[in-house]
């Protein structure tokens, strides 16, 4: 199955535009709608688009599974940081009462959840992908 010229020629004029959109949402999640599942939601779009005009760019799906795993256990650790720092789980770790320094905080955890979550709709719909075409 050949796909269009026009169709090649426009995904790649828009993958660059695309990722630079998914991490503007995922990095200013805390200031405004959007976050870590949205902007992880546009990355996954945009590898994708990737995967539709060329299938040999996305072969190794035990590596994107595997990394997947490691952005869930970061998301672990960042939220588990505060048991140590203010006694209890899944809170803001940073003691400082600067406002500027705890949003870091957010942004870290949006950015986890974000590559999070394009890697696992990358898994899913790569899988679905190379199930139909054999």
């Known amino acids: 199955m050949k796909n269009s010229p026009i169709l090649i020629c426009v995904c790649r004029v828009l993958y660059p535009f695309m990722l ?6 995922i990095l200013n999640g ?25 299938p040999e760019k996305i072969t ?15 998301i672990l650790v960042i939220s588990s940081v505060s048991f140590l720092t203010k006694g209890a789980l899944f809170t803001n770790f940073i003691v400082s009462n600067n406002i500027n320094l705890k949003a ?17 709709l990358v898994a899913i719909f790569s899988t679905f992908i190379d199930e139909g075409r054999a």
Not at 106 to 117: A, R, S
């Open 20 to 25: 630079l959109f998914g991490f503007y949402v």
């Open 30 to 54: 805390h200031n405004s709608p959007g976050g870590g599942f949205q902007g992880g939601a546009i990355l996954a779009t945009a590898i994708l688009v990737t995967f539709f005009i060329d």
């Open 60 to 74: 190794d799906l035990g590596l994107i599974v595997k990394l997947e795993k490691l952005a869930f256990i970061g």
């Open 104 to 120: 870091i905080f957010l942004v870290l955890l949006n950015l986890f959840i974000g590559i999070k979550v394009a890697l696992g």
